[in-house]
């Protein structure tokens, strides 16, 4: 049923978004999508700024954000026009690493209807694709990334898992200082920012300026942020101890 001046019952947007109503009624709870208000007969109604809303907890929700972290983002998202265009980026380039996928899937079902054989690259192809490289070669430049590509691709299984173990350790100690209540600039908490910036120099050595830099990334890209925050690091804390980090150590 279409909305009515502007309002809508939790019934319509429930339609429209292809949610539940429990749904929207678990957001409502939790304050992350309060209704416009409440009708006579005690019903919810919404607006169209609820509405869009709705559409940016979704997007954020796709990307694979718990609901506390959405609420995180949502705060402190002021240009309404702004951040779309940053989801809609993101959406873009998982669609691209999604129909390069579906393109090797497709030439694979192509190749054994007509019994040729794929080489072993082709079967492969975009399944490698790193969803973050855009962004990397906008901030630190294409020779940078490219650089850090090859080097990390010249690495054995083991080396490349050496990383993945160390990457993990350095999140579990963040996790176990925060979890204990340490400041930024407690000694702990810097010794393991300081394993996570020699992780980081394998790719690249940031300056101090680059470094934070690094860490407001973390926070401002919820796909970073998620990789943290599920690990049990805040973003916030870990650009806090990261800038503690840059100042002491980093010119």
């Given amino acids: 049923m279409a909305g009515t001046a502007e309002r809508w019952s939790i019934a319509d947007v429930a339609h429209m978004a292809k949610v ?3 749904t929207l009624r678990h957001y409502d709870q939790i304050g992350l999508l309060p209704p416009a208000g ?4 005690g019903y919810r109604f919404y607006g169209r700024a609820e509405l869009e809303r709705l559409q940016r907890i979704l997007l954020l929700r796709e990307l694979g954000l718990p609901l506390g972290r959405i609420g995180e983002v949502l705060a402190g998202q002021r240009d309404a026009v702004a951040a779309l265009a940053v989801h809609r980026e993101w959406l873009l380039a998982e669609s691209g690493r999604m129909s390069a996928m ?5 030439a694979t079902i192509n190749a054994l209807i007509q019994g040729e054989t794929m080489s072993a690259n082709e079967l492969f192809t975009g399944f490698d694709e790193n969803p973050y490289e855009e962004e990397a ?3 630190w430049g294409k020779e940078a ?3 850090s590509n090859a080097k990390y691709n010249a690495l054995t299984p083991g080396q490349k898992q050496a990383m993945k173990d160390e990457s993990a350790a350095v999140n579990a100690e963040l996790a176990r200082c925060h979890q204990a209540g340490l400041p930024a600039g407690d000694g702990a908490v810097q ?8 992780w980081i120099c394998f790719h690249w050595t940031p300056t101090a300026a680059a470094y934070v830099g690094l860490g407001e990334m973390y926070r401002d890209d919820p796909r970073f942020a998620a990789n943290y925050e599920d690990a049990g690091v805040p973003v916030g804390y ?3 101890a990261m800038k503690v980090y840059a100042a002491e150590n980093l010119t």
């Fill in 20 to 22: 539940t109503s429990r």
């Fill in 38 to 41: 409440t009708a006579a007969n």
């Fill in 102 to 106: 579906a393109a090797t899937v497709e």
């Fill in 137 to 139: 070669i906008s901030r």
């Fill in 145 to 147: 990334v490219s650089r």
């Fill in 191 to 198: 010794a393991a920012v300081g394993r996570h910036y020699r």
């Fill in 238 to 240: 870990m650009l806090d």
